[in-house]
Structures are given as structure tokens and as C-alpha cells.
């Protein structure tokens, strides 16, 4: 059983990463089970895909017979029971804790027990959830950057409960799926990227709310100065603001340090429901 490779694979959680991550899988050869509680999550899911794949067509990235093989590869649906022949689970829900555990010990009940369990949190470290399930050795965080199709690199974060094995497994699958895994045999919230990144959103909100620069004037530095690609407020805009807000909120309640609270600012757009790009509106406004 502890060769079993991953011939199947589900995401849970909708979202844009759990979309586009169940969309990776299904382009390289994966039969894929993407599950959500909501049917208009899916729908919405579905349509955002498809749209992204035309204009992949009209730029020759993908043929359209690619395309119509990996959507027929791509199963939807709001029973959780879909999962009980997957080999890899990725999940990709809201970034809460509770959240997070309850799913994490429904879905060791309905999987085979060589089923991988998998988190694409950046912030909540599989040990904090492993527990929830019988099989802590096989639990670990796939973490993938937004937006999942265009980004390369994927951490693979090995706790101390993790097995070799599973860190191995973890590893060859984002190898298989044309991604650069790195792997941490260490636990640390936030990883590599996230932990630069978040020194940089930092600064860049400390020198707006104390009137140093505007957000626009701090992104333009950013991207011409830096050579970054996107600017930390465009960033926060695309990734949402209610994600930043939850990851703060996270990573205070371990801590205790105020430091690590969210910003007034984010905070204050986050209670007006102004969460960026989803929304329509966030530092940017939106079509």
C-alpha cells in the first residue's frame, strides 16, 4: 500500500486556487473530483475556467482538443463522498482553523488509508491539523501560489509528523504536474515566500497609513524599482482582502503579538466589504 502512486486526485474548496489547481491536475492527466458546498461556486468555477482556457486556445498555449480532454478529466459536485477513491486530497478552503480540522476529519473517514491529505495553506501548518485525523503521517501542505495556472512554484512543507514517504509523494506530484516543487523539512508559518513577502506588505502599508506615499505611488516603486511584477496593493487586491485579513488574524491568534494583527486598513476595507477584484473594489476600483 505505501507504493500506491496518485492516480486521482480531489480539491476541495472552489475558490480561485481550488479551481485552478483541480484545472493543473485535470491538463496534466489527472481524473479530478473539484467539490464545494455551493452548486453556484462550481458554476462560477466552471465559467471562470472555461474562459481562461479559450483565450489560452487563442494564444496557442493549448490546442482545443487539450482543453475538451482535460474538462471531461474535471468532475464537480457538493458531496464530499466523491472523494472516497482520490489518492491525493488538496484543500483549499477558507484559511480558519476550525474549518480547516472538521473537514480535515471528515475527509480521513471517507478516504482509503493511503489517501495523501494535503493543505494549500500558507499559514496554517498541517501539524495544527493533522491531529483532527488517524493518518498524521500522511497530512502535509501542498502550497500553491495565486493564480495557481501561471505561477511555477509550489512549497511542499514537511512537518514532523509527516512521513518520508508522503514528502516524497507530495514532491513527485508537483513535479508530475509540471510545477518547481521546494520542500521544507521544517514547519514555519508563512514558509519561504510568504514569510519575504509579508515584510515587504508590511512596509508598504506602514508608509501609507503614515502618509509617506499613496498606494498607487508604493506599487509604481514596486514594480519599476524592484522589477517586482505586481505591486503589494495590486497583490492583496488579486488575492483578496479578506484572505490577508484571515491570515493575520491566524497568525495573532498564535502569536499574541500585536504586530502580527491585521492592518487598520485592511481591516476597515474588509468590514465595508471591499475585498478587491472579487468584489470590485479593494485600494483599486474594478470594471
Known amino acids: 500500500m505505501e507504493s500506491n502512486p496518485i492516480r486521482k486526485v480531489a480539491v476541495i474548496g472552489a475558490g480561485a486556487m481550488g479551481a485552478q489547481i483541480a484545472m493543473i491536475c485535470a491538463l496534466e492527466g489527472y481524473p479530478v473530483f473539484l467539490n464545494d458546498l455551493e452548486e453556484a461556486r462550481l458554476e462560477q468555477a466552471r465559467e471562470e475556467l472555461e474562459k481562461r482556457m479559450k483565450r489560452w486556445i487563442e494564444k496557442k498555449r493549448l490546442t482545443g482538443r487539450q482543453v475538451e480532454e482535460a474538462f471531461e478529466r474535471l468532475e464537480m459536485g457538493t458531496s464530499l463522498a466523491s472523494v472516497s477513491d482520490a489518492d491525493l486530497v488538496i484543500e483549499a478552503v477558507v484559511e480558519k482553523l476550525d474549518v480547516k480540522r472538521e473537514l480535515f476529519k471528515q475527509l480521513d473517514e471517507l478516504t482509503p488509508p493511503h489517501t495523501i491529505l494535503a493543505t494549500n495553506s500558507s499559514t496554517i501548518v498541517s501539524s495544527?491539523?493533522?491531529?483532527?485525523?488517524?493518518?498524521?503521517?500522511?497530512?502535509?501542505?501542498?502550497?500553491?501560489?495565486?493564480?495557481?495556472?501561471?505561477?511555477?512554484?509550489?512549497?511542499?512543507?514537511?512537518?514532523?509528523?509527516?512521513?518520508?514517504?508522503?514528502?516524497?509523494?507530495?514532491?513527485?506530484?508537483?513535479?508530475?504536474?509540471?510545477?518547481?516543487?521546494?520542500?521544507?523539512?521544517?514547519?514555519?508559518?508563512?514558509?519561504?515566500?510568504?514569510?519575504?513577502?509579508?515584510?515587504?506588505?508590511?512596509?508598504?502599508?506602514?508608509?501609507?497609513?503614515?502618509?509617506?506615499?499613496?498606494?498607487?505611488?508604493?506599487?509604481?516603486?514596486?514594480?519599476?524599482?524592484?522589477?517586482?511584477?505586481?505591486?503589494?496593493?495590486?497583490?492583496?487586491?488579486?488575492?483578496?482582502?479578506?484572505?490577508?485579513?484571515?491570515?493575520?488574524?491566524?497568525?495573532?491568534?498564535?502569536?499574541?503579538?500585536?504586530?502580527?494583527?491585521?492592518?487598520?486598513?485592511?481591516?476597515e476595507k474588509v468590514n465595508k466589504g471591499e475585498l478587491g477584484r472579487k468584489t470590485g473594489k479593494g485600494f483599486y476600483q474594478y470594471s
Not at 508608509?207 to 499613496?214: I, M
Request: net charge negative.
Open 128 to 267: 495544527k491539523i493533522a491531529d483532527a485525523t488517524n493518518r498524521q503521517e500522511k497530512v502535509c501542505n501542498l502550497h500553491f501560489f495565486n493564480p495557481p495556472l501561471v505561477m511555477e512554484l509550489v512549497e511542499v512543507v514537511q512537518g514532523s509528523h509527516t512521513s518520508e514517504w508522503t514528502a516524497q509523494q507530495a514532491f513527485r506530484f508537483v513535479e508530475g504536474i509540471n510545477k518547481t516543487p521546494v520542500l521544507l523539512k521544517k514547519e514555519i508559518s508563512g514558509f519561504i515566500a510568504n514569510r519575504i513577502l509579508g515584510k515587504l506588505m508590511d512596509e508598504a502599508v506602514f508608509l501609507l497609513e503614515n502618509g509617506y506615499a499613496t498606494h498607487e505611488e508604493i506599487d509604481t516603486v514596486c514594480t519599476k524599482a524592484l522589477n517586482h511584477p505586481i505591486g503589494p496593493f495590486s497583490l492583496m487586491d488579486l488575492t483578496g482582502l479578506d484572505v490577508n485579513y484571515f491570515v493575520r488574524m491566524q497568525r495573532y491568534k498564535e502569536s499574541g503579538n500585536e504586530a502580527d494583527r491585521p492592518a487598520k486598513i485592511v481591516e
